[in-house]
């Protein structure tokens, strides 16, 4: 049970949790985020899993969002304001047809998201309240992915902590992905501000990146190998089996971490609520100790083989040793 002092001191991270770059302008933000790989399977039902999970989003926090991006069947994507109180996903779904597209990205967000430190709209490019996701081509041989975001803190006072959970676990029932994470996790203004935000993520292990597009696409057609581990690490059915079944799991994981078996595999809870870790800080490190038993025992699944950098560093900097640095911080 979280404390009052600790509650505050989480809720102040959508305040402070900011990574700031030059001129004034911000590069990153924190937030809870998640990202869940789905295999290649039937491109109609795909989309529509996907559909169905992004209006999930919708309806839980439709308060928080005024803009959507999608993509009409043989038409270029196209912008909508969102009503107050009106679900568009009928019509989403009326204008996307009854054939598969090539390629399908639908995006929900908040246009109209202020920071309290930047009230200038231009300079602060990020929305914690964001869901997208991306349906790739036959061709491409990639993980499709649904990632989302919302604030750590609620306007009640509290934290969003157990519904996130509540959130994931209900997304991979519907999407069955191969694998994903989900904790606290930096949002990037765009790739190129990596270099500010790399030093935040060497500072905070207990951060993960969201980087969905840059991580499938270097993973091609290895499926059956990880990003990393966060306070939530989602393994599909067959990594489960790769790792030795639930029995394995438990006995190497409990009680430190909770598992949440679902039809599809298995979701694993590293403590109570997700931890920054903050390296200079004694003591930190333990906190993140049910982080580094998921590494453990998930380690043999990690992916590894980077040939580009999952996020852009500094021209000193190798990009691919950084990314296999960043995903073994657990080890």
């Not at 908040?110 to 709209?121: A, L, N, S, T, V």
């Not at 930190?284 to 100790?289: K, N, P, T, V, W």
Request: hydrophobic letters at 40%.
């Amino acid at each position: 049970m979280l404390t009052k002092e600790q509650i505050q001191a989480y809720a102040s991270m959508d305040k402070w949790g900011v990574i700031y770059k030059n001129k004034g302008y911000a590069a990153g933000l924190f937030a809870l985020g998640v990202e869940l790989y789905v295999a290649p399977h039937e491109r109609m039902q795909l989309q529509l899993d996907m559909l169905d999970v992004q209006e999930d989003y919708y309806r839980r926090f439709h308060e928080h969002l005024d803009g959507m991006r999608y993509y009409p069947a043989n038409e270029e994507s196209k912008l909508a304001k969102l009503k107050k109180g009106e679900n568009p996903f009928p019509m989403v779904r009326k204008v996307m047809g009854v054939q598969p597209l090539d390629a399908y990205c639908n995006t929900l967000y908040m246009e109209g998201f202020r920071h309290p430190d930047f009230p200038d709209k231009e300079k602060f490019q990020i929305t914690p309240w964001l869901s997208r996701f991306y349906v790739k081509e036959v061709n491409d041989n990639e993980l499709s992915y649904h990632a989302a975001s919302i604030p750590v803190s609620n306007s009640k006072g509290g934290l969003h902590f157990d519904l996130w959970r509540d959130c994931v676990l209900a997304w991979a029932k519907r999407l069955k992905p191969v694998h994903g994470l989900a904790g606290l996790t930096v949002l990037m203004s765009s790739f190129e501000d990596g270099s500010y935000v790399l030093p935040a993520l060497k500072k905070y292990p207990g951060l993960d990146i969201q980087v969905p597009l840059r991580f499938s696409g270097a993973v091609k057609g290895a499926f059956d190998r990880i990003k990393c581990v966060n306070w939530l690490t989602v393994l599909g059915e067959e990594l489960l089996e790769d790792l030795g079944g639930m029995f394995v799991l438990k006995n190497a994981l409990e009680p430190l971490c909770t598992l949440y078996p679902y039809p599809g595999g298995v979701l694993i809870q590293a403590g109570e609520a997700p931890r920054l870790g903050d390296v200079e800080l004694p003591g930190a490190s333990e906190l993140l100790e049910p982080y580094r038993k998921i590494a453990f025992i998930t380690k043999r699944v990690h992916f590894m083989d980077y040939t580009s950098s999952l996020f852009r560093v500094e021209e000193s900097m190798d990009g691919k040793e950084e990314a296999k640095k960043w995903v073994s911080r657990f080890d």
